[in-house]
């Protein structure tokens, strides 16, 4: 998901959906705007000659012999194939966004066997025409990336850093192939680099004596002067999840942990969103999951990038809808509810003053959503969010109650996107 601040609005596009009412799950291609102010989602096609403008103003850059046999676009139509556990990522200095790897679990051959081999490693670009009405996709062809799901991204001076994530360990596939086995995907530690005008990735070999442990599930933004800061995720194999914060100098190339105090913290987690506001590191939701069991968190909380500590801006809940948070509010219901239930695998933007929450999966009850919600805060300067207790104005619409969304599908009448995983 995506804020774009010239109209106000929110873009999606990809994910994973399931209707419970028919058993049917499916992996989404499509994109949908939805006007903060109208309070309305419209689905919108993507319109090429985007692009051609872009190319008149900026200009293509020059192929290498390498990017010319290079890999070619995952779709004949031009827009990249469904999928989910993709990453979308702004990229500043450029005003575009790189979508980048995800899976389709092996859906093109059966949607209910899944294949973790089915990984992607094609990088689009995501352009929104001037008055935000139109986007395009452009693949931009080039030397192949790593092939990653789950795995988390940041913009940082027009290229993409990409750390960690869940690859398919090719010996295991060679291993596992007489015996049957479909093979496994293992948890990464690797830090690579893309930079959008020469579409070249490069893998940050010096970054790995210094690197954070293999994970996946976990969170990366763009801190303070250039910087990357990592949180959570889980390690493969029967490791735990992680409640770590890490520190990526790009100048050095080298990471260090932060020492912050043991409380307050926010409990280890993967699969949660985490946005920057001011000087500090928004963290929301998430889960804590072992096999047959998830208990999710709906709480949101603050890292200074400056003190390098954390504060709770809301308690939230676990599962429990009595522990509502008062500081969320929906309107535009016939229900209001006052906080979003606890969630992970949810996406989360951010805005000059506000929070914007879209989607994502709960345990408690099981089911996935189609709802937005808004935090907002009071903005005293820019360089420090104040996070206020009862916020000037928070809103939530669109909350898609499965069964109904359903008998929309059935009749051909929605005008929401469907129930889903970003």
């Given amino acids: 998901m995506l804020f774009d601040n010239k109209t106000a609005s929110l873009w999606i596009t990809h994910g994973y959906a399931y209707e419970a009412a028919v058993s049917n799950p499916y992996y989404i291609s499509n994109t949908w705007r939805y006007s903060i102010e109208g309070g ?43 999928r989910m556990a993709a990453t979308l990522t702004h990229i500043p200095g450029e005003d575009v966004w790189l979508f980048f790897g995800g899976d389709d679990g092996g859906a093109r051959a059966s949607i209910r066997a899944y294949d973790a081999r089915a990984l992607f490693s094609d990088v689009w670009m995501f352009v929104i025409s001037d008055d935000g009405s139109q986007f395009a996709w452009e693949h931009l062809e080039g030397e192949p990336g790593p092939k990653l799901r789950h795995h988390a991204a940041a913009g940082v001076d027009g290229a993409m850093y990409v750390f960690g994530g869940l690859a398919f360990d090719e010996a295991q596939v060679q291993a596992g192939a007489a015996a049957g086995l479909n093979g496994n995907a293992v948890p990464q530690a690797d830090l690579w680099r893309y930079e959008v005008a020469s579409r070249k990735w490069t893998l940050l070999e010096c970054a790995a004596a210094t690197a954070p442990a293999a994970r996946f599930g976990h969170s990366l ?183 109904y969304l359903v008998h929309l599908l059935a009749v051909g009448v929605s005008r929401q996107p469907a129930d889903h995983l970003q």
């Fill in 40 to 82: 309305a989602w419209v689905r919108v096609q993507p319109s090429p000659e985007l692009i051609e403008e872009r190319r008149r103003k900026v200009g293509p850059p020059s192929p290498s012999p390498a990017q010319v046999a290079a890999l070619k676009a995952s779709s004949a139509d031009g827009v990249p194939e469904a």
């Fill in 221 to 403: 933004v763009a801190g303070r002067d250039g910087s990357l800061v990592l949180f959570g995720g889980k390690a493969g194999g029967g490791g735990g999840l992680s409640d770590d914060v890490h520190i990526f100098d790009i100048q050095s190339c080298s990471w260090r942990v932060v020492a912050a105090p043991a409380e307050p913290r926010p409990a280890a987690r993967y699969y949660h969103q985490a946005a920057v506001l001011g000087s500090a590191m928004m963290v929301f939701g998430g889960a804590d999951c072992e096999p047959g069991t998830c208990t999710c968190m709906g709480d949101l909380w603050a890292f200074d990038l400056v003190g390098e500590s954390w504060s709770l801006v809301e308690a939230g809940s676990r599962d429990n809808p009595e522990a509502s948070a008062k500081q969320w509010k929906r309107a535009r219901a016939r229900e209001p509810e006052r906080y979003p239930i606890a969630r992970y695998q949810h996406s989360m933007v951010a805005s000059d003053n506000a929070l914007y929450v879209f989607g994502g999966e709960s345990f408690r009850p099981y089911a996935y959503y189609a709802d937005v919600w808004q935090f907002a805060f009071r903005i005293v300067s820019r360089e420090s969010p104040s996070l206020v207790q009862h916020p000037i104005l928070a809103f939530t619409c669109l909350l898609a109650v499965l069964g």
